[in-house]
């Protein structure tokens, strides 16, 4: 009698624990990863698009292909500071002898870049100053470029939105930017470009 309660107890007990089964699948990732996960630090990214000059310039220069490249380092999360080389080339619309020409516009300068991040979303803002140049002086026949002189001052500011994807180290992102053209007779231009980016 004893014998039989004790088994009893003993299939009771076995009966109350609970089944476990064995988790073979990773948790799918979240849908809003936390932004404190991203990478931060130094950076890379590579950026293509499009150059258009404004104003007079806009009649003698066509608009163009652009290929840029940014590297940076991430202070805080929200205030990077980064230098920025670009190369576009453009048509030249001048009078002739010098018809059919084509040129490229070389740029390059430091920037710093304020930053909002809202989940996998980033707002930003840049600016920063450097130097542009030209490859040759096409443009001296319409007063763009003057005096043999192809270097001038370059003032840029710009805006874009940045996209984080689940692996933490990329993200890819459009922008645009305003750039001031000080001795190319005073000119202004604007960029738009879409980029990859790695953070290491």
Do not use: C
């Amino acid at each position: 009698m004893k014998r039989a309660f004790a088994s009893l107890l003993l299939f009771a007990a076995l009966g109350a624990a609970p089944a476990r089964a064995q988790v073979i699948a990773e948790p799918a990732p979240p849908a809003f990863p936390d932004p404190k996960k991203f990478a931060k630090g130094f950076y890379a990214s590579g950026e293509l698009g499009a150059l258009v000059f404004l104003g007079r310039a806009n009649k003698y220069a066509g608009a163009g292909p652009i290929f840029g490249v940014r590297l940076g380092y991430d202070i805080t999360r929200w205030l990077a500071v980064q230098a920025h080389v670009s190369g576009g080339s453009s048509d030249a619309n001048v009078p002739p002898p010098t018809v059919g020409q084509s040129f490229q516009t070389y740029l390059y300068d430091g920037e710093v870049r304020l930053k909002l991040q809202i989940r996998r979303f980033g707002l930003f803002a840049e600016g920063g100053a450097g130097i542009a140049q030209l490859s040759n002086n096409v443009l001296d026949a319409v007063k763009i470029s003057s005096g043999g002189s192809l270097v001038s001052l370059a003032i840029l500011a710009g805006a874009g939105l940045d996209y984080h994807t689940l692996n933490r180290h990329f993200s890819f992102g459009v922008g645009a930017d305003y750039v001031y053209l000080q001795g190319f007779n005073n000119s202004h231009a604007l960029t738009a470009q879409a980029y990859l980016k790695y953070t290491h």
